[in-house]
């Protein structure tokens, strides 16, 4: 039973990078039959897909315009794990951040960060 | 981007009887690349329907899904108690990927 576990921290500060790593067990962040993703949730936004990474012989990303030049999405082979990073971030990035796996759908989800952006 | 709109915002009904909750993207597009998810008070969405109209491994036969034109339907046959809750639609059609703004399902 494959599984996501998200770490991070949960309070930054306007400008800040916001960092989040999903380990994953249970499955491969090489396989080639999957793309891991973040996708975040607020009450102003919805469910909001931020970006995505996959390895097709090569690491492929793919970002939400509206985030293009802040987000960048990374994975670690070594450790099984990929990671978020979303620079400049202001009060609007407040939100819960899930890792998710997708086939195409997202059938594999992590429990969920709670990021707060605050002065 | 496809937008997608969800209706309506939040459908109140009793155990036992049935949902209907739409789903409408902007685009119609051609591949049947659509997925339904249910999700509860401080849970991650699950999946609930995939390719449309595929129930997701363990997903009980009273959810459906199905498609005409641009317009998708999830349908609860009969309401269990468990499945009141918020329910999303998405896209994986084409990037970037896109969800609806969901349907609470309520007593």
């Known amino acids: 039973q494959a599984q996501l576990q998200q770490t991070g921290p949960g309070l930054l500060k306007p400008a800040q990078t916001l960092s989040l790593t999903c380990a994953i067990s249970g499955d491969s962040v090489s396989t080639n039959s999957a793309a891991w993703n973040w996708i975040r949730q607020s009450p102003s936004r919805g469910l909001e897909w931020l970006g995505s990474t996959k390895y097709r012989s090569k690491w492929i990303n793919d970002y939400a315009p509206s985030l293009k030049g802040r987000i960048s999405i990374n994975a670690d082979a070594s450790k099984n794990q990929f990671s978020l990073h979303l620079s400049s971030v202001t009060p609007e990035d407040t939100a819960i951040y899930y890792c998710?796996?997708?086939?195409?759908?997202?059938?594999?989800w992590g429990r969920g960060t709670l990021v707060s952006v605050s002065t | 981007e496809i937008v997608l709109t969800q209706s309506p915002g939040t459908l109140s009904l009793s155990p036992g009887e049935r949902a209907t909750l739409s789903c409408r993207a902007s685009?119609?597009?051609?591949?049947?690349?659509f997925a339904w998810y249910q999700q509860k008070p401080g849970r991650a969405p699950r999946l609930l329907i995939y390719g449309t109209s595929t129930r997701a491994p363990g997903i009980p036969d009273r959810f459906s899904g199905s498609r005409s034109g641009p317009d998708f339907t999830l349908t609860i046959s009969r309401l269990e108690p468990e499945d009141f809750a918020v329910y999303f639609c998405?896209?994986?059609?084409?990037?970037?990927?896109?969800f609806g703004g969901g349907t609470k399902v309520e007593i």
């Open positions: 998710a796996r997708a086939a195409w759908y997202f059938d594999l």
């Open positions: 685009h119609n597009f051609v591949n049947n690349f």
């Open positions: 998405q896209q994986y059609d084409s990037s970037p990927l896109t």
